[in-house]
């Protein structure tokens, strides 16, 4: 007879989803190396440029046709898993195989006011709430620069709510720059958390979102970020955005096609600028909503685009990003809890690395600590769901039914009180289940998660930097801030 351990290898299986069938996938392989070629792909910096012409590659008004030897050679220089660390230097968050983290969704412009319930433009300080919750809240592997303040100047904006995130936070950040000389002041400002930038390229504690312009195109300020970073030695992530039917072809596989060379073709320079430095192969794919005239970031489609194209990623064996649990809803109601709870699961069953956009509303426009809160409760749902099911016992009912019979009095038993923890998910309060206690009976849900937040803000503790640390962060900060 087997023995327990022995069953639980052969036996355990955890659950997971794959949309495209492995013909299909080649298929899309073969026609985006195509694509690499015909038409090609714009590049809008020299530098780039220059690289790819180094490299053999023709160019012809601005435009790579990108050799399919060349992108593999690529390809396979990228690693295959790599870690963030937090503040302390630990590797909290790894980026490979199947393991599947959720972040707060990135950049931004409105809060949704837990006083009125209406959108704003958001200000320093609701960052700084929603960086506290984040950080309490275990379901959340890395923090991100969510929001965009409105009250500091745009043109610091990106270092001004990094450095906000760094002050308030030890956990990873998932971030980005719009400008080349944004992303140096970004990185020098990580360098002095790090202790240095030989410590930063050692244990990164940031990864940094880099978005082509669809279709088959790198912007200015987009392939001198990838050249920076891969110089830098800090970890870049794809955000490839096809817009099925708009910028990108309607059918939802012939965006799949596009992304996988968008990715690709960013993958390229990238590993030419600096052989072996970490990339993700990530986007926020969404389709055209032809009767509205909105990507709709809840749509099942874009569901199934972001599950397709992480598919196209793990084919090459590499790391994996992509942009689910937000909603098209402006308020916190049903649809929101709908749409958000479906692609958290789809996403986790998909084993996306990295999962952003959590706590989002109004199709990526508006933030909501609430929606933080709940979200977190869907996330845990669905990190339970890929756990699947686990032979806890020698067998699997058989002999329980020995112990009582017909009885029925499962709760008696010596195995019920030491297995239902593993078995079982406990949510929050903020789900509500049961009676309600007294005085909890007229709270919805966005009165629980409101109170939730309100808890966990009087339990944060702000991370403490070391003296030399924090000075470090203040030299950057004063001369960015103040010049």
């Avoid at 817009?243 to 996988?260: K, R």
């Avoid at 686990?390 to 067998?395: D, P, S």
């Avoid at 702000?462 to 801030?481: C, F, H, Q, W, Y």
Wanted: glycine share 8%; net charge negative; with cysteine.
């Amino acid at each position: 007879m087997l023995t327990i351990e022995k069953e639980l290898q052969t036996t355990h299986l955890t659950p997971s989803l794959y949309l495209l069938s492995p013909d299909l996938v080649r298929r899309v392989v073969e026609e985006a190396f195509d694509l690499l070629m015909n038409p090609g792909v714009r590049f809008g910096t020299s530098e780039a440029l220059e690289l790819l012409r180094a490299a053999g590659v023709k160019i012809e008004d601005g435009t790579a046709r990108i050799p399919r030897k060349l992108a593999e050679g690529c390809l396979a220089s990228v690693p295959r898993d790599f870690y963030l660390h937090d503040r302390p230097g630990n590797p909290v968050v790894h980026y490979g195989g199947n393991d599947v983290h959720f972040d707060p969704g990135s950049s931004c412009l409105n809060i949704l006011d837990s006083e009125t319930k209406q959108s704003r433009p958001a200000q320093t300080a609701d960052l700084i709430r929603l960086v506290q919750v984040a950080e309490m809240l275990p379901q959340y592997a890395a923090q991100s620069t969510a929001m965009v303040c409105n009250d500091v100047p745009q043109d610091v904006g990106d270092f001004y709510r990094l450095l906000v995130v760094l002050r308030h936070s030890s956990k990873p950040v998932i971030t980005g720059a719009f400008s080349g000389r944004t992303l140096a002041a970004m990185l020098e400002l990580l360098a002095a958390d790090s202790g240095s930038g030989d410590e930063l390229r050692r244990r990164p504690r940031a990864i940094f979102d880099v978005c082509p312009s669809p279709p088959l195109n790198w912007s200015d300020f987009a392939s001198e970020n990838l050249l920076q970073l891969a110089r830098a030695g800090v970890p870049a992530e794809i955000v490839s955005m096809p817009l099925a039917g708009a910028t990108a072809p309607v059918t939802l596989i012939g965006s799949v096609v596009q992304h996988a060379a968008e990715c690709i073709s960013g993958i390229t320079i990238h590993q030419l600028a600096c052989e072996g430095v970490p990339i993700v192969w990530g986007g926020a794919p969404a389709i055209f909503d032809m009767s509205t005239g909105s990507a709709p970031m809840g749509a099942i489609e874009t569901a199934m685009l972001n599950l397709a194209c992480t598919q196209v990623g793990k084919h090459f064996g590499l790391p994996t990003h992509g942009y689910l649990v937000a909603t098209d809803s402006r308020h916190l109601d049903a649809q929101a809890g709908m749409e958000s709870a479906t692609s958290a699961a789809l996403g986790a069953l998909a084993r996306i690395n990295m999962v952003s956009g959590a706590g989002m509303l109004d199709a990526l426009a508006c933030h909501s600590v609430e929606k933080l809160i709940i979200d977190a409760e869907a996330i845990s749902s669905a990190q339970r769901l890929v756990h699947g099911f686990q032979v806890q016992t020698e067998t699997l009912a058989t002999a329980m039914f020995d112990q009582i019979g017909l009885s029925g009095e499962f709760l008696k038993m010596k195995e019920t009180r030491s297995l239902f923890r593993k078995e079982q998910h406990f949510p929050s309060a903020v789900i509500e289940r049961g009676e309600p206690l007294p005085g909890e009976a007229d709270r919805d849900v966005f009165q629980r998660a409101r109170r939730r937040a309100e808890e966990l803000i009087a339990a944060y503790e702000r991370p403490v930097l070391t003296p030399s640390g924090e000075a470090s962060i203040d030299k950057v900060a004063n001369r960015v801030l103040h010049t």
